[in-house]
């Protein structure tokens, strides 16, 4: 593909831990590591095949994460006298409940900074207010990185192994993928992230198409939104950030 994104919007290492915490509703003071070990390393080939460069951080709870399987793993000593051990998990749960905690307080104060949005500091028509209201009936939770992937794993594991008796070359770039994608949020108000995935031909199409995708997020010009978490994710333009597409070809014509 050929094409290296760089991201810096998007969470880290301890998010992926409570990601998959979240997702599978495991008790945070009792995490089994091995399963949690699995899956996490799952999501690191994830971003290694799509040649993101925050996986070298990942790398290092990785570490962790196997050492601390190890030691589960090993038999207590014999000759030690009978003691309580410490959990090997201890730290990583100190460290995930501090983390979480955080989380909390700057999602508890967003949403009243999102509330706030609901008073009128300066005179609003009728006919504005109604309609503000009628916009915000609706609500959508902004997709994280690893809801993303996860989309993009589940799609890639139901395509089937193709038996292939003429090869066809196809070049896929990000680039017109990023045009093809802003193209058809222009004209839907918004598109499921798995009719994407499911209209590309193969799967290096589908990687190509999700990697156009985060660009855009980074870009802000779509947001990737769920109505509730771990539901499908919609792809819709980011309104804040609308600029028409054509408008430089359209000034060009004109004049």
């Known amino acids: 593909m050929g094409y290296k994104l760089k991201l810096d919007i998007f969470e880290g290492p301890l998010d ?17 590591i091995a399963k949690i070990t699995e899956q996490y390393m799952e999501y690191i080939q994830m971003m290694k095949l799509l040649d993101l460069d925050m996986v070298g951080d990942f790398l290092v709870m990785a570490a962790t994460l196997m050492q601390i399987k190890s030691k589960m793993l090993l038999p207590p ?41 609901d008073f009128f500091s300066r005179t609003v028509d009728e006919e504005t207010k109604n309609q503000i209201r009628e916009d915000a009936k609706e609500i959508f939770f902004e997709a994280s990185l690893f809801d993303l992937i996860n989309a993009l794993s589940d799609a ?72 509730r978490t771990f539901e499908d994710i919609e792809i819709m333009r980011n309104k804040d950030n609308m600029v028409p597409i054509d408008a430089d070809e359209d000034t060009e014509v004109q004049s």
Not at 16 to 32: R, Y
Not at 96 to 109: H, M, N, T, V
């Open 77 to 117: 000593d014999p000759t030690e006298e009978e003691a309580e051990e410490d959990d090997p998990r201890d730290e990583l749960v100190r460290r995930l409940q501090e983390y979480k905690k955080f989380k909390e307080i700057a999602d508890a104060l967003k949403e009243k900074e999102l509330k706030r949005k």
């Open 156 to 227: 890639l594991n139901k395509v089937p192994e193709e038996i292939i008796h003429e090869i066809i070359a196809e070049e896929f770039t990000v680039e017109q993928k990023i045009h093809d994608i802003l193209h058809r949020v222009l004209n839907e108000s918004s598109v499921l992230l798995n009719c994407l995935f499911k209209e590309a031909r193969s799967k290096e199409e589908m990687v190509v198409t999700f990697l156009a995708i985060l660009e855009l997020i980074r870009l802000k010009e779509i947001k990737a939104i769920q109505k």
């Open 16 to 32: 992926l831990l409570l990601f998959l915490i979240k997702k599978d509703d495991i008790d945070i003071s009792d995490i089994p």
